[in-house]
C-alpha cells in the first residue's frame, strides 16, 4: 500500500533581485508502509527541501502530494500538523533536543501534541522507548550533558515514540563519527523495522544511504534511480 | 481538555527550564503588583476608615434626626421630657423601625464638683453610630430595670474618676445618684474629654433628682432607616410625634454623609495612588516586554522542533501566551502575599491604626487582592501577545536548521 505519493512536485523560492529558485523541478516518488528508501544528493541539490515536503513542514509551488491517499494540499493547517505529528518521525542531522529537558522529557515532546491517552501515559511511553534505544539509564539526564551518539538515540526514541508509520532522517550520522554513525543506522533500521514505519533516509553518506532497498539521486531538480557502488567497510 | 492541560503543562516546563531569566524578568513584575495591591488596599482602608469615621460622627446611611423643641417658653420640666420621649417610643413601635435612638444631652456633676457631659441613647445607638467598647458592654435593653442606672464612660471620664484600669462594675456618684459603669468606649486620640452615656429615662430621672432638670438639653430621634424609606419615614416620624405633643414643634433632616449628593471626599487620595500604581506596573510590564521579546528570538529552534512533531501555530501562541500568564499570576501572588505579610506587620497595624482608636482596622481588602491577581494575568496577557506572535510567526525550516 502507498504511503506517501508524489507526482510531479516542485519547489521554488522568490529571491529578493533575481528570478525564482527552482529547487525541485518535478520530483515523482512513491514510499510503501515499511519501505527503506535513501536519497543521496550533492550539497545544495534540494535534498532538505523535498525531506520538508515529505514531512508535510512546507507545500509544493506545483503537483501533488498525498498521505494515505489523501491529497496534503486540500487539508487544513491544524489538520496537517496534527496528520504530520501522527504519521510523521523526525530524525535529524543536529539531533534538535531541547536543551533544558531530560532525556524522557524531551521523548515525551511528540505526545504533547498527540492523542488524549497517549498524552497521561507519557512518562511511560518516554520511559519504553528510551529502553528500547538502550537508554534506559539515562533517563532523567539533561540532554546537554548525553554523548553525540546518545543524543541521536534519544531524537530516534522521540521520533518513534507515536509509532508514526514514516520516518524522515536527515543526515542521522552527520554529527556522528564513523562507528557511533553505524551504529545509530543499526538502531534506526531496527526500531523503524519493530514499528513497522517506512524509513526515508537523506544522505550524502553512500555508506548509510546502500543500507536502504532503494537509493534514489537528487540531480537538478528530479530524482534518479542510484547506481549501488560497492562502499569499502 | 487534554489539550488545555498539555498547553499549561508546556508553560510550566518552559518557565522551569527558564527558572533563570523568567525570575529575574518578573522580578519587577512582582514589585509592580505589590505596589498597585498596596495601593488599593491603603485606598480600601483609607475609605473604610474615614467612612468609619463619619458614620460615628453623622450616622450611617439613613440616618434621620428629629428635634423636638418645647411646647412652652419656660423650660421643660422632668414630665415634659418623658411625655416626648413616650411620644418618640411610639412613633418608633408603630413603624416598626429596627434602630433608633432618643437622645438627650445633662450636665452633671461627676466628682469632687467636676461636671460631666452625660448623653441619653438607647442600646441602638452603639449600633448606629460604630461606637465599640474597649471593655464591658455598652447599654442594654435590661438596663432599663436597673435601680441604679448603668452608664457608660469614655476613658476620659475614666481619668476623670481617678483613672487606673479600665475596671467596669465599679460605682460612680453623678448628679447625685449611684450609677454602675457597665462599659468604657475608647476612641484613641481625642477622646480625654469625659463624656458619659446613660438611657435618656435614667438622664431625665437622675436630673430630675438632682434638680437640674432644666439643664436637659433637647430631645431628640434619631432614626437609621433604608435608603429608600429615608423621605416618607421622616414625614411620618415627624407627624406622629408632632400629633402626641401638641403644641411642640418637631424639625427633621437627614444628617448622614450621604445626604450631601456627588461628594466623595476619597475621591482625589485613591485617584493618585491608583495612578501612581499604575505608571509602575507599566514600567513592569515594560521590563516584563523586553526580556520575552529578546528571549523567544532565542527559542526559535525549540519551536521549529515543537512544530515538527505536531504543535499547530495556535498551540504554540497559547503555549508562549501561558508561560507570561502563569509567570505573572505567581509573581502577581507573590507580590500581594508579600503586601499581606507586611499589612499584618504589628509596626504596620499600629502605624495605620494611630488615631483611630475604637475603630477596629479590617482585614487586609480581598478587593486589592482579586484586583492585583486579575491585573498580573492581564499584564501576562499583554506582555505574552508579543513574543508569542513572534514564536508563531517563525518558520519551521529555518527553525529546524537554525
Redesign the interface.
Known amino acids: 500500500m502507498t504511503l506517501l505519493h508524489l507526482r510531479g512536485v516542485t519547489r521554488q523560492f522568490a529571491t529578493i533581485d533575481g528570478p525564482a529558485l527552482q529547487i525541485l523541478k518535478g520530483v515523482d516518488l512513491d514510499v510503501e508502509a515499511g519501505d527503506r528508501v535513501s536519497i543521496v544528493g550533492r550539497s545544495g541539490s534540494g535534498k532538505?527541501t523535498l525531506l520538508?515536503l515529505l514531512?508535510l513542514?512546507?507545500q509544493p509551488t506545483t503537483g501533488v502530494i498525498e498521505l494515505d491517499g489523501e491529497p496534503v494540499a486540500l487539508m487544513r493547517?491544524?489538520r496537517r500538523?496534527?496528520l504530520?505529528?501522527?504519521s510523521v518521525g523526525?530524525v535529524?542531522q543536529q539531533f534538535?533536543l531541547?536543551?533544558?529537558?531530560t532525556a524522557a522529557?524531551n521523548v515525551a515532546?511528540?505526545l504533547?501534541?498527540?492523542?488524549?491517552r497517549a498524552?497521561?501515559r507519557r512518562a511511560h511511553l518516554a520511559r519504553e522507548m528510551l529502553q528500547r534505544v538502550g537508554l534506559e539509564h539515562r533517563l532523567d539526564t539533561r540532554a546537554t550533558h548525553l554523548s553525540g551518539g546518545e543524543q541521536q538515540r534519544v531524537a530516534i526514541a522521540?521520533a518513534l515514540v507515536?509509532r508514526p508509520r514514516l520516518i524522515l532522517a536527515d543526515e542521522p550520522t552527520g554529527a556522528l563519527d564513523i562507528e557511533t554513525g553505524a551504529r545509530t543506522m543499526d538502531l534506526l533500521d531496527r526500531v523503524a523495522t519493530d514499528a513497522g514505519a517506512a524509513l526515508v533516509t537523506i544522505t550524502h553518506d553512500l555508506a548509510v544511504a546502500s543500507r536502504a532497498r532503494r537509493v534514489l539521486r537528487l540531480v537538478d531538480g528530479r530524482l534518479h534511480p542510484h547506481e549501488r557502488v560497492e562502499v569499502p567497510a | 481538555m487534554t489539550d488545555v492541560v498539555a498547553a499549561i503543562q508546556d508553560a510550566w516546563t518552559e518557565l522551569r527550564i527558564h527558572r533563570g531569566r523568567v525570575l529575574m524578568s518578573l522580578i519587577g513584575v512582582t514589585v509592580a503588583i505589590a505596589a498597585l495591591t498596596a495601593s488599593v488596599a491603603v485606598g480600601e482602608l483609607a475609605r473604610s476608615t474615614l467612612l468609619v469615621s463619619m458614620e460615628s460622627n453623622r450616622g450611617r446611611p439613613a440616618t434621620l434626626t428629629l428635634w423636638i423643641g418645647p411646647a412652652a417658653a419656660e423650660a421643660p420640666s422632668a414630665a415634659d421630657h418623658v411625655a416626648a420621649l413616650d411620644a418618640i417610643d411610639a412613633a418608633v413601635e408603630r413603624y416598626g423601625v429596627e434602630y433608633a435612638s432618643a437622645r438627650t444631652n445633662a450636665h452633671l456633676a461627676l466628682a469632687q464638683g467636676m461636671g460631666v457631659q452625660v448623653e441619653g441613647v438607647e442600646p441602638d445607638f452603639a449600633v448606629m453610630r460604630h461606637l465599640g467598647v474597649a471593655e464591658g458592654r455598652f447599654l442594654v435593653e435590661s438596663d432599663r430595670a436597673r435601680l441604679a442606672p448603668a452608664i457608660v464612660v469614655n476613658r476620659g471620664a475614666l481619668d476623670a474618676l481617678g483613672g487606673g484600669g479600665m475596671d467596669v462594675h465599679r460605682t460612680v456618684e453623678i448628679g447625685g445618684t449611684t450609677a454602675v459603669v457597665v462599659g468604657v468606649v475608647d476612641r484613641g486620640l481625642g477622646d480625654e474629654w469625659p463624656q458619659v452615656w446613660m438611657l435618656p429615662r435614667d438622664v431625665v430621672r437622675v436630673a430630675d433628682a438632682a434638680g437640674t432638670a432644666g439643664t436637659i438639653s433637647g430631645m431628640q430621634l434619631e432614626a437609621w432607616v433604608p435608603e429608600e424609606m429615608a423621605e416618607d419615614g421622616l414625614r411620618m416620624l415627624a407627624q406622629d410625634i408632632r400629633s402626641a405633643l401638641p403644641g411642640s414643634t418637631v424639625d427633621g433632616n437627614r444628617q448622614d454623609w450621604q445626604a450631601f449628593e456627588g461628594y466623595d471626599p476619597l475621591l482625589p487620595l485613591q485617584l493618585t495612588l491608583v495612578g501612581t500604581a499604575v505608571v509602575i506596573l507599566l514600567l513592569g510590564a515594560l521590563g516584563l516586554i523586553t526580556v520575552a521579546v529578546v528571549s523567544i528570538r532565542q527559542r526559535v529552534r525549540e519551536f521549529g522542533i515543537r512544530r515538527a512533531f505536531g504543535a499547530s501555530r495556535g498551540r504554540i501562541f497559547t503555549a508562549v501566551m501561558l508561560e507570561s500568564v502563569v509567570g505573572t499570576v505567581v509573581a502577581g501572588a507573590i507580590g500581594i502575599a508579600l503586601c499581606i505579610f507586611v499589612y499584618r506587620l504589628p509596626v504596620v497595624q499600629q502605624t495605620l491604626t494611630q488615631g483611630i482608636g475604637g475603630v477596629e482596622l479590617p482585614g487586609f481588602p480581598m478587593s486589592a487582592a482579586i484586583t492585583g491577581l486579575l491585573v498580573s494575568a492581564a499584564v501576562g496577557a499583554l506582555a505574552g501577545s508579543i513574543p508569542a506572535t513572534i514564536a508563531v510567526r517563525s518558520k519551521v525550516i529555518e527553525a529546524i536548521r537554525f
Do not use: C, K, T
Open positions: 532538505s520538508n514531512g513542514i512546507d493547517a491544524r500538523d496534527r504530520r505529528g501522527a523526525f535529524f534538535n531541547i536543551d533544558g529537558l522529557e515532546v511528540p504533547h501534541y498527540g492523542a488524549g498524552y497521561w522521540r507515536r
